[in-house]
């Protein structure tokens, strides 16, 4: 291996991790902003706490949800579907 070779490699292992962490900041955003959400939300719709918590909880049960789904189609149709639909 070369020394452009591995260079170049480091790059794309450097880039990869980068939008890889990404998913994970925007996943952790959304929970920001559930957050953020849930005051007006309990007004709006006269929210207990089961419900606040219920509400919250769905964001996770639908990111399940999206995983379960999106793993099939990629298993079935292929990778950039797959991507797709998640």
Known sequence: MTAANHQFNTRYI????FISA????????D???????LPFLKE?????????G???GCLALGAIAGCIIAGWVTEK???RPGLLTA
Do not use: D, K, P
């Open 14 to 17: 450097i880039s990869i991790s």
């Open 54 to 56: 219920f509400t919250t």
């Open 31 to 37: 929970f920001a902003v559930i957050s953020g959400a």
């Open 22 to 29: 990404l998913g994970g900041y925007l996943f952790g955003f």
């Open 77 to 79: 149709y292929g990778r």
């Open 44 to 52: 709006q719709f006269g929210l207990n706490e089961y419900w606040e």
